[in-house]
Nanobody, 122 residues
Framework: QVQLVESGGGLVQAGGSLRLSCQASRGTFSSSGMGWFRQAPGKEREFVAM????????VYADSVKGRFTISRDNAKNTVYLQMNSLKPEDTAVYYCAASFSRSRLISDYNYWGQGTQVTVSS
């Protein structure tokens, strides 16, 4: 069982930045795809970004491309999401998740964190 713990959420003004962190409890992290998803109130959970195990393969949702950057430190079992130029529509609970495949699909992710709230004020 892999446990994922997110941190770094909070309240920020539009145009500001936040960095989310997600630490995994096991070493299998280094061979896993790691993704970030988000869920706004009243909306379905959606894909944000993912990084394959080497960190060289990354994919982003169109809505965050150019503003968000996913990175990982396999030595620390940690994946990050740097969020710049934040917009009110980025307000959501952000979840990290682990997968054994390169995927944007929620169903392909086997382990999930508890989520961290990001609120962007206008």
């Amino acid at each position: 069982q892999v446990q994922l713990v997110e941190s770094g959420g909070g309240l920020v003004q539009a145009g500001g930045s936040l960095r989310l962190s997600c630490q995994a409890s096991r070493g299998t992290f280094s061979s896993s795809g790691m993704g970030w998803f988000r869920q706004a109130p009243g909306k379905e959970r959606e894909f944000v970004a993912m990084s394959w195990w080497s960190g060289l393969y990354t994919v982003y949702a169109d809505s965050v491309k150019g503003r968000f950057t996913i990175s990982r430190d396999n030595a620390k079992n940690t994946v990050y999401l740097q969020m710049n130029s934040l917009k009110p529509e980025d307000t959501a609970v952000y979840y990290c998740a682990a997968s054994f495949s390169r995927s944007r699909l929620i169903s392909d992710y086997n382990y999930w964190g508890q989520g961290t709230q990001v609120t962007v004020s206008s």
